[in-house]
Every structure is written in C-alpha cells, then in structure tokens.
C-alpha cells in the first residue's frame, strides 16, 4: 500500500470513529438526551468540514491561505452568530479549531503528527464516555436494549482497534525482514486484547450498562397519609377528566378549598411557554419540585433595562438569559465559585412539562436536561446546583451602603431614565416611604411596606410598561405580581439601590394546599422518578404559581431575591390562584421498574481502572528500579558490569523511542543503525570477548566505557517536551530485563 493510500485510509477510519462516538445519541435507545440545534451543526457539520478541510492538499499558497480562513474562521463566526460573545460560544469555536488544527498536524507534519495520531483516539473515546455517562435510562429500558448497547460496544472497540492498527501502519511500521516477526507479534497481541475486550463486553455488561447517573437527594421519610385515589371523589366527566373533592354545581367550594381533578395524559393540553394554559377556574400542574428549602425562585429571565416607555426589557446576550434555552449533551458549570456571603449550596432537581430549564439564583452548574416520553407530560428534568440566599432579617439590617467603585460596576441597574412627569409619581410614592436618613436595609423594608394599602390579585399580566406602573401606584393600587415587582425595582433605583426584575415560578411550602399535597401523592404513585424523594420536601408548581419578583443587590452577599407582594392585601376568593381547581396529569400506565442487576457496572468499571492504573504505575517503578539496579552493576570493571552498562545503554535507547535491538544481531551490528555508538560497542566487544589483559588495563577500557556511553546517551537524547515525556513514561526498555 502506498503512503498516499495509507494516509488516505487513515482519515477515512478516523473519520468513521468519530461520527460512531457523536452519533450514539440517535441510534442507542438507552440515551436520553438529545442535541439542539447548535450541537447538531457543530458535531455534524463543523467538525467534519473542518477534517476534511485540514486533510486536503494545497498545492497553490492561495487555496492554502483560503483553507486556514475556514478551517480558523467558520467556527468563530458560526458560534458568535448563533450565540453572541459568550462562554458557550468560545466553547463552540475552540472545539471546531482544534478539530481542524489537531487533523493538519496529523497529515501534515510528519514529527508532531505521530503523538497526535497516537492520543488523538482517546478523544472520541472520552466523548463517547461522556455522552454515556449522561444517558438516562431507566433499568427497565436498559434491560430492553442490552442487544443494542453489546452490539453497539463491539462496533465502537472494533472501530477503536482498526483505527489503532491503520495508525501503526501508518505511522511506525517500515517494511523489511527484520520488522516482521516484530509486526507479527504486534498485530498478534492487538487482535488478543481486542478479542479478550469484546468478550468481556457481550458475556459481563449487565442490563442497566447505560443508568441515569443522577444523584438523587436520598432524604428518606414518609408521606404523612396514605395516598387518595382521585376517582375515589367524583364520577368522571364527559371528556375522559375525573373530578375532585366538591360537586359539579360548586365552583368555590364553601370551605373555600381547591378542587383536585385529574386529565388522562395523553389528553393533556400544551401549555405555552411560559406554562400558561390554565383558565380562571383552574390551575395545571407545571412542574414538580424536590428542594432542600422553601421558598425556592425558580427564574427563568433577568430584566435590567429599563425603557422609559416600555419599562424593564432584558438582556438577550446575557448569560443569565441564555441558561433557561440551552439543552446541550455538555454540563454546564459557573466560571468562579460564588463568594457571596449568607448563601448555601442547595441541589435541586425538577421534573417538568416544559424544555425550559428554570434555576434558582446563583447557578452554580446543572446537568443536561432528560427526555423521558413515558412520563408525558413530565418529559423534561434536570438537576441544578445553584448558591441560594438565605439571609435572616438581622443580616440585612447589617448591610452597609455600596461604595463608589461598586456604585460604578452596578452603574446599569441604578438607571432611571424616567420622563419628568412619570419620575414624579414614583419621587412621590417614595417620599412617603422612606426619609434620607434611613439606612440601606430600612429603604428595602420602606419600599415593601409601602404596598401594605395595596390590592394583590392572581394572574400574570403582560403590560410592563412604564405608562401601568405609574396608573398602578397613583389610582388602581390593585394589580398581580408583575406590577408589584416592576414599581419595586423602578422604586429601589430611585433609592440608590440597584434593582432587576426575574420571572419565573415560585415553589413554596405556603402555596401547598390539601389539593396540592394529594395530588402530589397520586403523581408519586405513578413517577418512579419521585419515590427517591422525602415527600415532604416535594412541590407541586402550577400555572398559578407563574411569578415574578425583583432582585436587590446588597453589599457583600450579592443578588437577593424579594418578595414583592409580602406586604400587600392578600388575595381572597378566585383571587387567590391557590383557590383554583388543581388539575393533574393521570398516568395510569406508567411503567414500573424491573429488579436490579447483582453486578453493579461502575464497581466493574472502577476495579478494572484502579487495575490497570496500578499496573502501569508498578511497570514504571518497576523500570527505574531496573535502571538504579543496572547503574549500579555497571560500576566495577567486570564482564557483568560491561553487560549491565550495555543494557542500560539499550534501555535508555529503547525509551528515546528508538529501534530496539534484535536478539540475534550484535553490538557493532546494533551499532550500524547508530552511528554514535560506534565508539563505544567496539570497547565493549573488546570486553566482552578479549580474553587477557594487562595490570589495569581492563579497569581504564571500562572507564573508557562508560565515558562513550555518556557520550552517546547525550548525542541520540532528542529534545522537545514530547520526547522527555515519553522517555519518563516509556516501557519499551523492559525488553531488556
């Protein structure tokens, strides 16, 4: 085969790899994870160009300047345009770039391109390991698909041990009668390893191979009493619903209690995207909760700026803004640590029937969201890591004023820009509610408890303008959450402290009714997903507890959430979401999980790395020990000494990355191929095979030894830090035990 030839096949079985890596999620049935539609272009379409692009021949410097432009350029510009200037987007293109650059170095640059070549397999290993260890199969779906993950393990080791061998052939076999009893062996133990590897995988992967890798918060517990059957109320209605805990004829209940009524799943209604879809009379369920504490804001976006007609508007090139709409394979992480104080690490996990993700402020990391269509309408969850706020009341009394350099930073939530008449309404209102003496905390408390006159009533208006607002405060008085919280945040501005809106949902153990907890019961009945919980730290989130609040900063512990409407008149009657008819999903054939294996895959996995890492480090140590052994021997002027430093010799060879000596062929032969060892084999045959020496001459030839040896070592030393790291780590010298 020619080298064109090679080199060809070498990129053809390379490319292969890696779209059978990328391309599990569409094709194993255990994976439930899917790409967007910026993870589409960039694995599919990006990646691959930019191989094809690196592996191509220019023979004109124009076309070869025009290739590095695409190759460096396209990812840039894709990723910026489909993200703007952002994490995710730097992320996107340095991943397209080092495809193209890791691929020119391979076929184009014969001494880097060996190391790459050699590594660069563990990359699409580590990407298939990644994509795996975020798949989401039950052990019952796991169980069903064991044919499928054997075969598609067999097919990916297959793939991963001919690119191995096309690699070899490429790179480091030279032809000729010496090498081939060499090659033999090689090739030999390869297909051993491979056959002993694929063996392993069809006779001891155990059905649940591919498992939801999610940590659940094991809490233990139980349900204060014992779950009510929903049908066990009423008798169910034309359309296939069953109602709840009151007669047909009563919409309110005299008790002034929610009626509980349940829709089969495969009828329920597509709520919007922001969960909206309930009618005044009902409220559907959104999403279920499991948190460590109550309240938990749930947001979704961040208004910051503030248009003097329109009111607040957000950010879209924020990242805050941008975390809600991303559903890559890759878990996202924040860039520092929070430093904030009176914040507490908090893991919450959501079971939704919306592909929004929704996290509580400060977001630390979360991991992929899950696709399960088994639970419709509870398809989508996720779990999120985030700082939460918890500070007491005497901890905001604390709080001192920001100084002017924080002033500075937070310059775009202190803006204002208010006409003069609608800036007087709002100095007028605020005038009443705080004086200038008042410190930062007693301005926050001021502003809250001016709405302690105020009407809050259900719903989630869409008006946010500025023109609302000022009729809010100067004649209705009476408004939902939308209004509270964005004549709060204009208000706090006005008091020198800077404000932003949040929208979101709100899940609290307040706005749990009767209604809510028994439905909650029924929907843990029918969730496996659930019964991992405590119940008592589940929430059920519905369309009414669509919310929105502001956020305050406070000097020295960051972005605090507030509730806007703590203050106000409570809601009363069809007025208070919380009086609405709760109405859940019915999944009367939701499947239930099989026995687990005996065999749990991750000890499998562990074992077999701790033996493999354990082996390579005792062969190491193993090899310095020998050379220490060899130096040592080699020390007196013996025929054991000259033995002991030509082995050495040979080692440290053999771990520069050099041919090894054949076992038949001699020191000067050996000495043929490498010329600076010329010199010292000649001494050493002299040693070796002289018989008789004069009074102290064999001492100075064995001086004379080990000084050309030096001198060898020295010369056929290759420099580079790919070189040294291979002579630390290189084992190809124990041949020479």
């Not at 894709?78 to 703007?84: A, I, T």
């Not at 990644?130 to 064991?146: G, K, N, T």
């Not at 969850?381 to 709080?399: D, H």
Request: hydrophobic share 40%.
């Amino acid at each position: 085969m020619t080298k064109t030839a090679s080199m060809r096949l070498l990129f053809l079985s390379r490319l292969c790899v890696y779209i059978l890596a990328v391309s599990a999620p569409l094709y194993h049935p255990a994976v439930r994870v899917s790409y967007d539609r910026p993870g589409i272009l960039l694995w599919f379409v990006i990646v691959p160009l930019g191989f094809v692009l690196a592996y191509l021949r220019m023979k004109s410097l124009t076309w070869s300047q025009l290739r590095f432009a695409l190759g460096m350029g396209l990812p840039l510009l894709v990723g910026f345009g489909l993200r703007g200037f952002s994490q995710a987007s730097l992320q996107f293109a340095a991943i397209g770039i080092a495809a193209f650059v890791l691929t020119f170095i391979v076929f184009h640059s014969r001494a880097r391109g060996r190391s790459v070549a050699v590594l660069e397999p563990f990359l699409p290993a580590l990407l298939y390991h990644r994509l795996m260890s975020f798949s989401r199969a039950s052990e019952e779906l796991a169980a069903s698909s064991i044919g499928v993950t054997r075969l598609v393990m067999v097919i990916l080791i297959t793939g991963f041990l001919a690119h191995g061998l096309i690699i070899y052939l490429c790179f480091f076999y030279q032809p000729g009668s010496t090498y081939r009893s060499r090659v033999r062996k090689e090739v030999a133990v390869l297909l051993l390893v491979g056959v002993l590897v694929l063996g392993t995988i069809v006779t001891a992967i155990p059905p649940d191979f591919v498992e939801n890798p999610v940590v659940r918060n094991l809490l233990g517990g139980e349900a204060d009493q014992d779950p009510e059957r929903i049908d066990a109320y009423g008798d169910g209605l034309e359309n296939g619903a069953l109602r709840g805990d009151r007669a047909a004829n009563d919409t309110n209940g005299s008790d002034g209690e929610s009626a509980l009524r349940g829709i089969p799943s495969d009828r329920w209604p597509q709520p919007g995207r922001d969960g909206e879809g309930g009618t005044p009379q009902n409220q559907h369920a959104v999403m279920i909760v499991a948190a460590e504490a109550s309240p938990s804001y749930l947001a979704d976006r961040y208004y910051s700026r503030l248009d003097p007609q329109a009111g607040f508007a957000r950010y879209l090139q924020k990242e805050l803004n941008e975390l809600s709409r991303m559903r890559t394979l890759e878990t996202w992480r924040g860039d520092s640590p929070s430093v904030d104080r009176g914040r507490r690490r908090e893991s919450i996990e959501v079971l939704s029937t919306l592909p929004e993700r929704y996290l509580a402020y400060k977001p630390q990391s979360f991991e992929p969201t899950t696709l399960d269509r088994r639970y419709h309408p509870f398809s989508y969850s996720y779990r999120a890591v985030s700082a939460v706020g918890r500070l007491t009341r005497g901890m905001r009394a604390r709080v001192e004023e920001p100084d002017e350099a924080l002033r500075a930073e937070l310059a775009e939530y202190l803006e204002v820009p208010l006409s003069d008449a609608d800036r007087e309404v709002f100095a007028e209102h605020l005038s009443r509610a705080v004086t200038s003496d008042d410190s930062y905390h007693e301005r926050i408390e001021g502003i809250l408890r001016s709405f302690e006159t105020f009407q809050y009533h259900a719903g989630y208006s869409n008006n946010v303008s500025v023109r609302h607002m000022v009729n809010f405060l100067s004649n209705t008085q009476e408004g939902d959450c939308v209004e509270f919280s964005h004549s709060t945040a204009i208000l706090a501005r006005m008091a020198g402290i800077p404000s932003r809106v949040v929208t979101g949902y709100l899940a609290a153990a307040e706005l749990q009714t009767p209604s809510h907890r028994r439905g909650l019961q029924l929907l843990i009945e029918d969730l496996p997903p659930l019964q991992e919980f405590d119940p008592n730290s589940l929430y059920l989130v519905t369309t009414a507890h669509r919310h929105a609040w502001v956020q305050l900063y406070l000097p020295e512990h960051g972005w605090v959430d507030f509730e806007t409407t703590s203050y106000s008149i409570p809601p009363v009657g069809l007025g208070d979401p919380n009086q609405r008819d709760v109405i859940i999903p019915l999944l009367r054939d939701a499947s239930r999980t099989v026995p687990g294996p005996v065999i749990q895959p991750q000890v499998v996995l562990r074992f077999l790395a701790a033996v493999i890492v354990l082996g390579l480090v005792g062969l190491l140590v193993y090899r310095y020990l020998l050379e220490l052994y060899l130096l040592l021997q080699a020390r007196g002027s013996s025929d054991r000494a000259a033995r002991a430093l030509f082995r050495l010799v040979l080692l440290r060879y053999a771990s520069d990355g050099y041919t090894g000596k054949a076992r038949s062929a001699t020191a000067l032969e050996y000495a043929a191929e490498h010329p600076e060892l010329a010199p010292f084999a000649e001494i050493y045959t002299e040693l070796r095979y002289r018989t008789s020496f004069q009074e102290g001459e064999r001492e100075r030839r064995m001086t004379q030894l080990r000084n050309e040896a030096t001198k060898a070592l020295a010369h056929a030393r290759r420099p580079g830090p790919t070189a040294a790291i291979r002579r630390l780590v290189s084992l190809r010298g124990l041949a020479y035990q």
